[in-house]
C-alpha cells in the first residue's frame, strides 16, 4: 500500500487543522492505521491509530480529547482531525499502515508503510 499525507499548514495555538491520508490499494480496509510525529530533534512519536474495523482506538495522552482519528474504508483514507492545536503540536505528521491482525498499536515498529509526512506548525 503507498501512504500520501496531506493537510498540513500554519497555523495559530487554539486553531482546528484536519489531516489526511490517501491510501491506494484494495485491500486499504484491511489494515490498522496510526499517526505519528516528529519534531525537530525528536523521535518520531505516536499520536493515535485505529484498527481495521474501526473498533479499537488509542490515543496518545498528550492529544487525548482534542485528536480524533476517523477512517473512511469505502474512500481509502485516514484522517487526523486536530482541535485546540498548541505550539507542542508542531511537527512533521506521518501517515502508517500496519497490515497484522486487530489491532491500534502505539509502536512504530508495527507499522509496515509509511506516508512523506506533512508539516504542521502552530504559532503562539
Known amino acids: 500500500v503507498q501512504l500520501q499525507a496531506s493537510g498540513g499548514g500554519l497555523v495559530q495555538a487554539g486553531d482546528s487543522l484536519r489531516l489526511s491520508c490517501a491510501a491506494s490499494g484494495r485491500t486499504f480496509s484491511r489494515y490498522n492505521m496510526g499517526w505519528f510525529r516528529q519534531a525537530p530533534g525528536k523521535e518520531r512519536a505516536f499520536v493515535a491509530a485505529i484498527s481495521w474495523t474501526g473498533n479499537t482506538i488509542n490515543y496518545a495522552n498528550s492529544v487525548k480529547g482534542r485528536f480524533t482519528i476517523p477512517r473512511d474504508n469505502d474512500k481509502n483514507t485516514v484522517s487526523l482531525q486536530m482541535n485546540s492545536l498548541k505550539p507542542e503540536d508542531t511537527a512533521v505528521y506521518y501517515c502508517?499502515?500496519?497490515?497484522?491482525?486487530?489491532?491500534?498499536?502505539?509502536?512504530?515498529?508495527?507499522?509496515?508503510?509509511w506516508g512523506q509526512g506533512t508539516q504542521v506548525t502552530v504559532s503562539s
Open positions: 502508517a499502515a500496519d497490515n497484522w491482525g486487530t489491532r491500534a498499536s502505539v509502536a512504530k515498529t508495527s507499522y509496515d508503510y
